[in-house]
């Protein structure tokens, strides 16, 4: 499903009146009947039932008074807080003002200044309230009378419908500019928005219903909208299909380069999980020491031992070797339990611009790669990247704060400044690449907070790239089967005590039940 950001819904109004011949006014009429539809399910029968309305000078708050207008023929005791003086307010919002006033909607006006004793009658004689203060437009925080009401309806204790968007929430960013509005509801119209999909924001936005309020569905689909929320049909398109002559070998070759001492469950990890995604041959390439005990691990994968420091890691001297396995592989993942030396740092330095197959780069990989994007835009073939928040933070040098105050746009830097795809883990797992484009990701859940999962991950994303799916795309089908994978060990289970292993025997069911 396609998500929009505040500048997609700006040209999607302005196409619809262009191109669809689809005014202001008539959508502002229809949001008005999307609200009035969700009212009635959630709030029950209208007659008698005290509904405050807090209405805003824009588009927003046009909504509020012509659902006001609805509401009062439906038999509720409506009344509309305007927060704005009636010579303020947008043009068409003051002709949906004209229209309430004309159908005796009782509205109430006041200065830049909130009156406490007005503002307590308001919200103490409401049974729930609707929030059309401020629209998707927001770019800095409520001020004065608005963020006074945004306090007082929080404070109010009344159920709120949020029109759109919660007045003071960045639809963009997924997080409160200041004073945001916690609703129960919101009823969005159009399209999702991306920010609804970060940490955090369902204590504002509270339920989201979705109503498309006539919108052309062409219009809904415009090459323009560059955010996604990733689904079932979705990743179904993306994931390959096979017939009766197919075998091990045009099933893909991933090559795992991973491993150190005290770290090879990460490195066998990453192996069964591009296996059980599909993989058809998978080699773990290790420093010569940790060889044996891959090898017995690894029963159905290979293994190639390499030149090793004096530590375990890997050493300068395995470039020859790697470069000779990669060049019959449709895929490497770089990373898992791979150690931070120095000297295996200066491997993947001359490493990175030689190879040819994509390539999946987690964990120490990322480590080693911090502050040097210039080894991945001279790199031949395109690469993932799989940063958590720390991570991340460490790639820009920044804080894992900073990263989660801002997951979309993060995401988004990162893979400008590295030139890759970007799976930014977390709750909704954010994919962006270097043109801009974000999906982002619905599935998952608490289980998946423990070690190893994160290399069942990277072991996925190089199995279905080795299968033909584009970076981008084996992102999203990756990140949302790895979510779904631990969703249903999660149902088998419970989501405490779940180990990174129990997803990889639910793999193959999931790429059946998807398929």
Known sequence: MKLAYSQDLKRIDALAAAKYRIPLARLMERAAGAALRVLRRKAGSFPGKKIGILSGKGHNGGDGLALARLLKKKGASVKV?????????????????????????????MGKKLNPARAKAFFDSSDLLVDGLLGTGLSRAPRGLVKALIQKANRSGKPILALDVPSGFSADEGRP???????????????????????????????????????PPALLQESFLSAELTDARMVKGFLPRYDGEVHKGTR?????????????????????????????????????SIYPILAVKLTESMTAPLPETGGGFLSPKAEGKLLG?????????????????????RLLQKLLPRLRAPMVLDADALFLLAGKGSWLKRALAPALLTPHSGEAARLLGTTAEAVERRRLDIAKQIAREYNAVVVLKGPHTVIADPQGRVRINPTGNRGLATGGTGDVLSGILGGLLAQGLKPFDAAAAGVYLHGLAGEKASQMLGPDGLLAGDLLPILPGLLKRVR
């Open 81 to 109: 807080f305007l927060a704005a003086a009636p010579g303020d307010l947008s043009a068409e919002t003051a002709r949906q003002y004209q229209k309430a006033k004309a159908a005796r909607v009782p509205l109430e006006t």
């Open 177 to 215: 500019l200041g004073e945001a509005i916690r609703a129960r509801w919101t009823v969005t119209f159009g399209l999702p928005k991306p920010g609804f999909y970060m940490p955090g924001a369902p204590s504002y936005t509270g339920e989201i219903l979705l109503d498309k309020i006539g919108f």
């Open 252 to 288: 893909g070759r991933v090559l795992v380069v991973a491993g150190s001492p005290g770290l090879t469950g990460a490195a066998a990890l990453c192996a069964w999980g591009a296996q059980r995604i599909g993989a058809g041959l998978v080699t773990v390439a290790c420093a010569k």
């Open 325 to 345: 396995l990669s060049q019959r592989m449709d895929s490497l993942v770089i990373g898992p339990g791979l150690g931070r030396n120095p000297k295996t740092a």
